[in-house]
């Protein structure tokens, strides 16, 4: 691995169903964020943790959450997901929250 | 207001042009400044960062102007693969801990033969 890996690539889901999304760094990043980027409104910081075993909720954390068991996995889980979170989800990492950020290649999911 | 501002585009420009691309921002606690690069589905990729001074990398020229609280971006000599949306980011530390970094939504660049 090199960098940051996400899974799945892209994904088709229910409503209702619960899903979780993979993320994967190997830069011995302490800082992680996940966004989700949908047309005409940018990224939107979702959760983040600037260390592991700690996380916080970002600009828009509701129906989503995530843990971070250790520094190189962050995992974001939908409970029970709806509609309106269809969207490309980033997940990201950096060496401090003041540095620059690297992203995942991002996970396209449509929930029907 | 949104935190950071930036025209939309697109931008369309003949190869070889140059091409400027404004980004403001409305926090003045706002401590770093990058450039990002965002090609068609895929993910951002750092382009540069901002530093008061001013920095240059080959074709890539960016300002930031604190008092105006505005950064600026810079291409020379464009080229094809230059085509791409570019995001203003800002990043800041916030009471109690932490920081955040916000994105702008992208100014479009196309780059035509």
């Known amino acids: 691995i090199a960098g940051i890996t996400q899974a799945p690539t892209s994904q088709i889901l229910a409503a209702g169903r619960r899903m979780t999304l993979r993320c994967t760094q190997d830069?011995?990043?302490?800082?992680m964020y996940w966004y989700r980027q949908d047309l005409g409104l940018g990224l939107r910081l979702i959760h983040y943790?600037?260390?592991?075993?700690?996380?916080g909720k970002g600009e828009v954390p509701d129906g989503y959450s995530v843990s971070r068991a250790n520094t190189d996995d962050f995992p974001l889980t939908l409970a029970s997901a709806v509609p309106s979170q269809t969207s490309v989800y980033f997940c990201?990492?950096?060496?401090?929250?003041?540095?620059?950020?690297?992203f995942g290649p991002g996970t396209r999911l449509t929930v029907l | 207001r949104k935190e950071v501002e930036q025209d939309p585009g697109p931008f369309n420009v003949p190869e070889g042009a140059t091409v400027a691309f404004n980004c403001t921002y409305s926090?003045?606690?706002?401590?770093?400044f990058f450039w990002y690069r965002q090609d068609c589905r895929k993910e951002p990729k750092l382009l540069m960062s901002?530093?008061?001074s001013g920095n240059e990398d080959g074709r890539f020229t960016a300002q930031l102007n604190r008092a105006s609280q505005y950064i600026s971006l810079l291409i020379r000599d464009s080229k094809l693969s230059d085509s791409a949306t570019y995001l203003c980011?800002?990043?800041?530390?916030?009471?109690?801990?932490?920081?955040?970094?916000?994105f702008g939504t992208g100014t479009q660049l196309k780059v035509e033969l």
């Open positions: 943790s600037n260390t592991a075993g700690t996380t």
């Open positions: 830069m011995r990043h302490n800082a």
């Open positions: 990201a990492s950096s060496d401090s929250p003041r540095d620059e950020q690297f």
């Open positions: 901002v530093y008061s």
């Open positions: 926090n003045s606690a706002s401590q770093s």
């Open positions: 980011v800002v990043n800041r530390s916030l009471t109690g801990g932490g920081n955040k970094l916000t």
